[in-house]
């Protein structure tokens, strides 16, 4: 059994984790499962969204597994998720955006991963009232950062088979910040002559990507560019409710959906588990649970091969434990 922190978070959270557990067990997938809290319910209990007995519990057991979580708005807190990827050092956010079965999309075969830098950027948290009525929002890019999400990229490309990574910047624009986090990732770029190495403006990777998806591989970028492309990619293979991600650093390693806690939707049984699913498959993968991940994987691809196994957001009338049930029926 290997421990695993737990967050359910808010929202849809609670919903969708349970019944991510029920397919783990369902698929033999061999967890203990070690409960935290972040979000609302840490307010209630610990005063603070991202309390530190959490914090601690995942130092501790390395890996945790994470529901959404509702950051209280105009209450003095900062976002909970940019603290705990800053907190851990959770530096490359790894969203992976492939087409599932049966689901009729413009785009078949889009087969690519977001690799966003998570620790600085615009998302460093530096903003400062400079008068009133004038704001200024720093965006950080230290040569260090770009070095490890770069290098973070060729590495995934080259454990995965992948054979292409894009640097995506802006750096006509902002000659020094992503002049030299470009910079940077050429020479990162030297060390893998294996792998192609591409680089574009984020603009004109939105127009490639919305006109053809399939053209891509392995994307890197910083934080905010990152945050938007990777919702982006996600819509091209069917959305939110689909996709699975991980924050990943060089001790730690926290697996949550792209999705957040869906206020619109929340204790109504309605929510789409796949991307939590997919997520904690993610996890397996990452702790050595091999057979259990493909299992899911596989279980989740079949299900959906079955135009009548979808939940609202794809347009179906299933709820959250109907979905759960037909995965499970699926996992061989
Ligand atoms: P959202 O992702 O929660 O919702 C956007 C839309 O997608 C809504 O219509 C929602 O119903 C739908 N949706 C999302 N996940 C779904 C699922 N699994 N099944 C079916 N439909 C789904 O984004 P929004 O509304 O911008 O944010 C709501 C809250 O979530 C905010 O408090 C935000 O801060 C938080 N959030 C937390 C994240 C995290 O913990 N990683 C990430 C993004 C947002
Ligand atoms: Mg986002």
Not at 250 to 265: K, Q
Request: net charge neutral; charged share 25%; hydrophobic share 45%.
């Amino acid at each position: 059994m290997t421990p695993v922190v737990m967050i359910a978070g808010d929202g849809i959270g609670p919903e969708v984790m349970a019944a991510t557990r029920q397919v783990l067990h369902a698929a033999g997938a061999r967890i203990d499962w070690i409960e935290a809290y972040a979000g609302l319910g840490a307010v209630e209990r610990f005063g603070d969204p991202l309390p530190r007995e959490t914090l601690d519990l995942i130092r501790k057991h390395r890996v945790a597994l994470k529901g959404p979580c509702t950051t209280p708005v105009g209450k003095g807190f900062r976002s909970i998720n940019v603290r705990l990827r800053q907190e851990l050092q959770l530096f490359a956010s790894v969203r992976p955006a492939k087409s599932l079965p049966g689901l009729q999309l413009p785009y078949d075969h889009v087969d690519l991963v977001v690799i966003r830098e998570n620790t600085e950027g615009l998302y460093a948290g530096l903003e400062h009232v400079v008068i009133p009525g004038v704001i200024e929002s720093l965006r950080i890019v230290t040569r260090s950062a770009a070095d490890r999400i770069v290098r973070h990229a060729f590495e995934l490309a080259r454990v995965q088979g992948r054979a292409r990574v894009t640097l995506c910047h802006k750096a006509e624009v902002l000659p020094l910040s992503d002049g030299l986090f470009r910079d940077t990732g050429r020479q990162v770029a030297d060390d893998y002559p294996f792998i192609s190495f591409q680089e574009m403006h984020i603009d004109r990777l939105c127009l490639e990507l919305a006109m053809d998806p399939t053209r891509f591989d392995v994307l890197v970028m910083e934080n905010l560019f990152g945050d938007v492309i990777s919702d982006l990619c996600a819509g091209l293979v069917g959305g939110l409710g689909l996709v699975p991600g991980a924050n990943i650093g060089g001790r730690h390693a926290v697996f949550e959906a792209v999705h957040g806690s869906a206020p619109d939707i929340a204790g109504k049984g309605l929510a789409n588990p796949i991307a939590l699913i997919r997520s904690a498959a993610m996890m397996l993968e990452h702790i050595g649970q091999r057979t259990a991940a493909g299992t899911i994987e596989n279980a989740v691809r079949r299900t959906l091969h079955d135009p009548n196994n979808r939940t609202g957001d794809l347009g179906g009338k299933l709820g959250t434990a109907a979905i759960t049930e037909k995965i499970i029926e699926n996992l061989e």
